[in-house]
């Protein structure tokens, strides 16, 4: 059970951390399972990420600019998705009594699971944009919350998270194109002036909660021989009566199958406009997710 303190933390941020929820075996055991599933075998749902461009000059010809794909470490480690469709360390991890008495004392109810995935993040990996996750999982009514264990120690050089404070309760931004340089995926958020993220420094075997409003990301992995492993499952609040496709079979925390709606692509979304000198978001943009966009 979370304490009185993480419990009004994450009801004020939007997240909170839980350190040591899982022992430094626990989580042993975890990298090892992970990184054998990764050994030269494809899992569906890889996903390397955005190719990474350099511009190396202009067309003889039409004049445009030429790119050259740089290599990237993310090829040899990409990320895994829905692993607890096909892997049952996986599944049990997700449905966990831990991170269910924490999820369900946080929510005032039980959610429903939806999705797992594993950031190997190894050194040089880019990181991942700040985004929203209830921009993907269009949770109606409500929105998703993730728990995010670290595998290993993370700091800002390995690419820890980085969490927007305040954003706990924003609606859902329009996207905008994201530096793919440093980010394995193509979109992110805009933040008012003056807003930045912080870094959220973890063991290995902490747990983050946050909600699917709450602004995150991370920047690249800058070391030259450290991991940035992370395990993550993301659920859905207990009210919810739909979830955009991907996240399909939805589960009961025992597993159990729920029939729950599909939530549509696209959609409104919000851009900064200035009110009496404050910045607050105006819903007035189409979001340009499309049913099978995911994070
Ligand atoms: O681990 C990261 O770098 C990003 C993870 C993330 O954005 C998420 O779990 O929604």
């Known amino acids: 059970m979370p304490t009185v303190s993480q419990f009004e933390q994450y009801q004020r941020d939007g997240f909170v951390i ?25 899992h569906p749902g890889d996903f390397v990420g955005v190719p990474i461009q350099r511009i190396i000059g202009n067309s003889a010809k039409t004049g445009d600019l030429l790119f050259e794909d740089k290599p990237d470490p993310l090829r040899q480690y990409p990320r895994m998705i829905h692993m607890h469709r096909w892997d ?5 991890w ?17 959610p429903y699971a939806v999705q797992t995935m594993l950031y190997f993040k190894p050194p040089g990996a ?22 995010w264990m670290a595998l290993d120690d993370c700091d800002e ?21 994201a530096d793919t340089t440093q980010s394995f995926t193509d979109v992110t958020v805009p933040l008012p002036e003056g807003v930045k993220p912080t870094p959220a420094l973890m063991k290995a075997g902490d747990v983050m909660f946050f909600n ?11 070391t030259t021989n450290r991991f940035r492993r992370s395990l993550i499952g993301h659920y859905i609040v207990g009210e919810a009566q739909k979830v955009a496709q991907f996240y399909h079979p939805v589960l009961r925390m025992d597993g159990s199958l729920v029939e ?20 607050v978001i105006e819903m007035q943009g189409i979001s340009k997710t499309k049913a099978e966009d995911h994070e």
């Open 260 to 279: 729950l709606g599909l939530s549509e692509g696209g959609g409104s979304c919000g851009v900064w406009v200035e009110n009496d000198g404050r910045q």
């Open 88 to 92: 049952e360390v996986s599944l049990q």
């Open 94 to 110: 997700l449905l966990d009594k831990r991170l269910n008495e924490h999820l369900t004392s946080m929510l005032g109810r039980e």
């Open 212 to 222: 699917g409003q709450v602004v995150h990301g991370s920047y690249q992995n800058t």
């Open 157 to 177: 050089a390995n690419g820890c998270m980085q969490m927007v404070a305040g954003s706990a309760n924003w609606d859902v931004l329009c996207s905008i194109p």
């Open 18 to 42: 839980v350190r040591a929820l899982f022992s430094s075996e626990e989580v042993s055991l975890l990298r090892t399972h992970y990184m054998k599933l990764r050994e030269g075998q494809e």
């Open 126 to 147: 880019r990181g991942q944009a700040l985004h929203q996750d209830q921009y993907y999982l269009k949770v109606q009514p409500g929105t998703s919350i993730a728990a």
